[in-house]
């Protein structure tokens, strides 16, 4: 190799030495690096202007080396423009990272940049390359990353289900430290109950625990204010979410047995119409806040009640038949009749007709034939117990007669309709088609030797030429007849507290079977209970026509929004007594305490919805008492069916009685 190609080749290798030797003297530069720059979770960037971050200029750095302490104050500035704001420093783990926060909160909407500067050394005294980290501020927010309540998660969009009603624990979790005592004065549980609250050791969570019993199926809201703060002065939006606790199993009273509770029920349901009857007519009011209105269909119910509460002694004999001759002496020569037929409603005072509708001012069949039910059944049980010929025969006689069934087929139609006005005359154009609670109006009408109807408006009107039949299983039930899962419980009610269809049939079903089975696939989709509803059990079970939290609903399988009526369950006990029972247990054992009252069993509860009625009407409370006493005695059917016009006019529609 020649000299000019060896120094060449010197010089070259003086150079890679030079660079690798000044490389290794600054090796140590890029090992002193930040590793991580944060302030509540919000990472700063070196590359552009982070925005939101809090006002109390708190930040974590974090290094890859142990820090010179002593350098940190000269390094790490905060800068507003070119004004250098005061810091505190707080240095962990090991001096690799440190906290620096600014004396002073920031104010909002401003531009900041902390800057770490070569000055900032490393234990090893290496040198930090220099670099700025701009932010823009905003009011810090604090927020709850999770919410518990014995440990299952609270929703803000739901309500969360079934919650323990004696132990429950709620548990708050923020992304901020809380001042416990701050916490308290802004925190609510509606309705209120005894509380204690503690916290965790870094204060980020919260655990409030009650000091007494919560109500059962009850709903609470829990209520954090907006004007929670933390120590660094975040805002909170507020916080609102509610729970509802499951069932108290424990006895709200005490054991007796079932025939006692039994008498019990029946006693106290009695009372409603005893006590609140209307004082002048005697009538049934339509609802315990009704005033002069009372109820027509009810009242019949009324008078087979007045039956039960002579025969179990809750009044005298005396007295029952004083009563039912005030209410027949009413009916007679002050009640609203249109053709014979009543109203739905009358004042009680005067007897005038109260508009049920708009177009309901005049005659209602359906009414009319349970009010004639009663009648019937009135007349037959005077006529056995009482010795002498007794006036009030003739004058419910009278009563019966008078009503022109045939007229209400509007011109000899092959169907039975349900109202007429003097006003709007056939306006309501609804005809009585079954499968639904209208079967006793064509028996009755069948009755009438005045005013009788052919069997072809039976078959043809009411059965609709064999439509009215069903045939479809559910839950492995047949269904003879009606819509499907069998329509609201009613239907099973109030044609049959007089009408015994105990071997009753006739061409289109067995009536106890379509009874029985109506009932207990009432019952088991509940059980099922498809929607999730609360309360639903096989102890708790019952969708019939009632009171509802949003008004008046006939509740049934297909129109079902969580409400149970008592007197659904209770008045199947003829068809299901051990169901009926088991349901009538859970209702006064478990619930009497929401769902008993001075008439007996309130009229519809819905756990879901956190509602409990108040309210009593006559046609609920009447086939309790009833349905009761024809489980136990049979007594209003044997007096209806005794009646030989009933007999007659089952012979001709060809229902046959297979005793």
Known sequence: MGLKKRNIWTVGLFLIFTACKSASTDVEYPLF?????????????????????????????????????????????????????????????????????????????????????????SVDQVKFIEKSYSFRTEIGEIKIVSALINNIPLSISDITREVNFDEVQIELIFDNVIDLTTFRS?????????????????????????????????????????QLENPRNFIFAGYNSSFQTGLNPIDKFPRISDDELLTKIQEQTFKYFWDFAHPVSGLARERNSSGELVTIGGSGFGLMALLVGIERNFISLDDGIKRIGKILDFLSTKADRFHG?????????????????????????????????????????????ISEEHEYVSKIDTLITDIEWNWFTRGNQNVLYWHWSPDYEWGMNMKISGYNEAL???????????????????????????????????????????????????????????????????????????????????????????KQYIGYSKNSWGLTASDTPNGYLAHEPTRDVGTITPSAAISSIPYTPDESLEAIRHFYYKLGDKLWGEYGFYDAFNPTEDWWANT??????????????????????????HAEEIQAALNFLEFSLNN
């Open 33 to 121: 690096q930040l590793l991580n720059i944060s302030t509540n979770n919000i990472q700063l960037s070196a590359d552009n202007i982070i925005e939101g971050i809090p006002l109390d200029g708190s930040f974590r750095l974090v290094f890859s080396t142990p820090i010179d302490t002593s350098s940190a104050k000269t390094g790490i500035t905060l800068l507003h423009g070119d004004k250098e704001l005061p810091l505190s420093y707080n240095f962990k783990s090991e001096y690799t990272s440190l906290t620096v926060k600014s004396d002073n909160n920031l104010e909002n909407n401003v531009v900041y940049t902390l800057r770490i500067s070569n000055d900032l050394r």
């Open 186 to 226: 802004h925190f609510r549980l509606q309705p209120s109950v005894g509380l204690e609250f503690s916290q965790s050791d870094d204060s980020l969570v919260i655990y409030i625990n009650n000091t007494n019993t919560l109500d059962y199926y009850k709903s609470y809201s829990i209520l954090i204010s907006s």
């Open 341 to 385: 037929v009543w109203p739905h409603w009358l004042n009680g005072s005067t007897g005038k007709t109260i508009p049920f509708s708009s177009q309901d001012n005049g005659a209602d069949l359906v009414e009319t034939a349970f009010l004639a039910q009663g009648l019937i059944t009135v007349r037959e049980y005077v006529k056995e117990y």
């Open 440 to 530: 006793i109006v064509y028996i009755l009408a069948a009755s009438s030797k005045k005013y009788g109807i052919s069997s072809n408006v039976y078959h043809a009107g009411w059965a609709r030429s064999g439509d009215i039949r069903n045939g479809r299983k559910f839950y492995g039930l047949q269904l003879p007849l009606g819509y499907d899962y069998g329509g609201p419980l009613f239907f099973s009610h109030y044609s049959f507290l007089g009408l015994n269809p105990t071997n009753l049939s006739d061409r289109y079903a067995d009536y106890w079977t379509q009874n029985r089975n109506h009932s207990l696939i009432n019952r088991q989709y509940v059980i099922e209970n498809p």
């Open 616 to 641: 009593y009407l006559a046609i609920d409370q009447g086939p309790i008492i009833i349905m009761i006493e024809n489980y136990r005695t049979g007594l209003l059917w044997d007096l209806f069916m």
